[in-house]
């Protein structure tokens, strides 16, 4: 026996990412659309802990609204955990525990975290040793962004979003989040974009049959400079996001109008990724936006993927 096979329990961090580019194209036979983003993952993150256990159990505890978060064996974390054994025939179960810090339904991934988390406590924990191509095969099959946030860092991500290449990126990105109290179907974003593209029979946000990431984007990323990069922020979805959920252009202006460099809709939203210029910047905008009763938090990015913590 190894020594990663007698571990009671293992820890697992996993980040939430933000989309600092999404560009959607058209809808698949499958259900899903083609797309090209540029992901960083961020300083957000979830806390997984796993244990032996004879069945497979999950509980949440953390800062933001949890009553969203299903219990039963749906929780994407019981799936990842299922789906590992299933690979490796291991036969008993493991009991999870999910300390959430990404918003749940926001656009950040959490629930990605917590899969792809899950992936990496439950292989340890077992000392089930799944090459890392293996663990990603079963990232995909989980949602599209769980491969990233098993990789984090900043990547681009094609097809579903699941296909990752690396991005060259220097330097801290610094971001303030603006967090809902509430949240927003992903796929009922996706549907009010196509919706919108039907009825404007794609004159005003029209389908890309081969979405790409633009230069600019890669190049801010490559520079490690801010401002370049806020010039470049783009999310198809932000406009079907902000139709579904109007308040938040109250908030984009705001954020804007107290120093942010930019705004944007994070994913399928409703949370809301400030860039601003430096460490200190971003205290002045979580003060500020603070001071307006929006509930704000600080990242910086990108960060490493979901990895062992030694406690
Ligand atoms: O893969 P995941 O479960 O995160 O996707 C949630 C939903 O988001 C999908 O069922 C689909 O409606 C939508 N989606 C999409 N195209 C993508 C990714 C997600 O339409 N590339």
Redo the contacts with the bound molecule.
């Keep these: 026996m190894t020594a990663r096979e007698r571990r009671d329990r293992v820890h697992v961090r996993a980040p939430g990412k933000i989309n600092v580019f999404l560009k959607?194209g058209a809808?698949?036979e499958d259900?899903?659309?083609?797309?090209a983003t540029a992901y960083q993952a961020v300083s957000l993150c979830e806390e997984v802990r796993v244990s032996h256990a004879d069945d497979f159990s999950v509980s949440v505890s953390g800062p933001v609204p949890l009553d969203q978060v299903p219990l039963d064996g749906s929780n994407?974390a019981i799936r990842a955990a299922r789906l590992l054994a299933a690979r490796t025939g291991y036969r008993a179960g493991a009991r999870i525990e999910i300390e959430k810090r990404v918003p749940v339904a926001g656009g950040m991934?959490g629930?990605?975290a917590d899969a792809a988390a899950t992936l990496v406590a439950c292989d340890a924990l077992w000392g089930t040793e799944l090459p890392r191509e293996e663990l990603h095969e079963l990232a995909r099959r989980?949602?599209?962004?769980?491969p990233f946030a098993l990789t984090g860092g900043t990547a681009i991500g094609t097809?579903?979003?699941?296909e990752l290449s690396p991005a060259l990126a220097q330097g801290q990105f610094n971001w303030v989040l603006a967090l809902a109290d509430f949240g927003l179907?992903?796929?009922d974003?996706?549907?009010a974009l196509d919706e919108h593209r039907e009825r404007y029979a794609g004159d005003i946000f029209p389908a890309d049959p081969v979405p790409q990431v633009e230069a600019d984007v890669l190049q801010a990323l490559r520079a490690g400079d801010p401002h370049m990069l806020a010039e470049a922020l783009h999310n198809d979805l932000q406009a079907a996001a902000l139709q579904l959920a109007p308040g938040l252009v109250e908030v984009l202006e705001l954020g804007e109008r107290r120093g942010a460099l930019a705004g944007i809709v994070s994913g399928?939203g409703p949370t809301v990724a400030f860039l601003v210029a430096d460490a200190d910047a971003a205290l002045e905008l979580q003060v500020a936006l603070s001071a307006a009763q929006l509930e704000v938090v600080r990242a910086s990015g990108p960060v490493h993927g979901a990895r062992v913590v030694h406690d």
């Design positions: 959607v809808l698949q259900g899903y659309h083609d797309l994407i991934g629930g990605s989980l949602g599209a962004d769980v097809g579903r979003g699941d179907s992903t796929p974003v996706y549907r399928s």
